[in-house]
């Protein structure tokens, strides 16, 4: 399965729960209040992954990485839901990643773990000049 096609089942679970969604986030305010219920959503999600691991120094506990993945799919679905609601396609999502990843190896061979890359030059930051603004995404 890709991840176009995650996309579209993403997209149809979220217009049977509410099919007014797509149309209603056309409002910015709308919008907003979605992208942060959703958000929400994940942040929820990745709590109780946390809490599946035994996390808790004074309580003997088992971790359930069974769970985990549970968790993290349920977080897939937010974080999906929070891609299409910012106007985010599966290419856009593949495109940006590829680059963002070339940035950040970027940055660890010039110094980011060391604290001597320049994040900023000329009051640009490098996500602008090499994420968002480039059109390169190899």
């Known amino acids: 399965m890709s991840l176009e096609a995650v996309f579209e089942e993403q997209i149809r679970l979220n217009e ?42 004074w309580k003997k506990d088992e971790d359930d990485w069974d769970n985990i993945k549970v968790e993290l799919v349920d977080m897939l679905h937010f974080w999906v839901s929070m891609c299409t609601v910012a106007d985010l396609s599966p290419q856009d999502v593949f495109d940006l990643y590829l ?24 009051g640009v930051e490098d996500n602008r000049t090499y994420v968002l603004d480039s059109g390169d995404s190899k």
């Open 99 to 122: 680059k963002k990843n070339k940035l950040n190896h970027k940055r660890q061979e010039e110094g980011y773990k060391e604290g001597n890359y320049q994040k900023v030059i000329d």
């Open 16 to 57: 049977k729960i509410n099919p007014d969604l797509y149309s209603e986030i056309k409002d910015p305010e709308i919008r907003r209040r979605r992208f942060l219920d959703f958000e929400l959503a994940l942040r929820q999600e990745s709590a109780e992954a946390v809490d599946s691991l035994n996390w808790k120094w």
